[in-house]
């Protein structure tokens, strides 16, 4: 059985992510999507008022997988709101799970990431993976907001990361 790749991406830089990793496992993607229709930015709207965004229900085959790939950035070191409704909306289904994030890096929230995903999913990730812009920045650049929070994945930089995602694939088992 193959897994499937569940994904959000609000600027396209998990988006990204996922392409790769539809090719490693060589299976499909569920994308998670807001019941609204966004107009305008309804979702960031919801983030900085702190109301959970409304997440259609999975339509989802769920006989048809044993094994799911979340991925999904990080907002105010925690799952991004969207795939955290959605996690707590399908958790009698996640049974087996991995996490995988690209996100701006701040410090030490892999512990934060972690328990909000075991309170969500009622369970934690076989496998976890921050893979951090921070890392791609020029060192004066690094720790700074602008720069981590607001930068587009370009093409090869999924490569710095490779190692990263090869044992992130490794640590699942699904290949
Ligand atoms: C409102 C907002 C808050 C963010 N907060 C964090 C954070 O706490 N920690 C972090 O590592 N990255 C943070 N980021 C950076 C995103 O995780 C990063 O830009 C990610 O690559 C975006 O993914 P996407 O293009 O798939 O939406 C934040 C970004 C935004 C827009």
């Known amino acids: 059985m193959k897994p499937l790749i569940i994904s959000y991406s609000f600027t396209g830089n998990n988006e990204a992510l996922t392409q790769d990793l ?48 979340l991925v999904a950035p990080i907002w105010e070191s925690g799952v991004a709101s969207p795939m955290r409704v959605f996690i707590e909306q399908e958790r009698d289904h996640l049974t087996n799970y991995s996490f995988i994030t690209i996100c701006g890096g701040e410090e030490s929230q892999a512990e934060k990431i972690l328990n909000q995903l075991v309170t969500a999913a009622g369970r ?25 929070t607001f ?13 990263k995602i090869s044992q992130f694939v490794k640590e699942t088992g699904q290949v």
């Not at 807001?34 to 930015?41: A, D, M, R, T, Y």
């Not at 587009?152 to 490779?162: A, N, P, Y």
């Open 124 to 148: 934690a990730p076989k496998a976890f993976c921050e893979l951090k812009v921070n890392d791609l920045l020029p060192s004066g650049h690094h720790q700074q907001a602008r720069f981590k």
């Open 22 to 69: 539809k090719k490693r496992f060589n299976c499909e993607e569920y994308r998670v999507t807001e019941l609204k229709k966004p107009i305008g930015p309804s979702i960031l709207l919801d983030f900085f008022i702190k109301r959970p965004p409304k997440v259609a229900r999975a339509d989802i085959n769920w006989q048809a997988y044993d094994y799911f790939i």
């Open 151 to 163: 930068y587009k994945i370009e093409h090869g930089d999924l490569k710095v990361f490779d190692d």
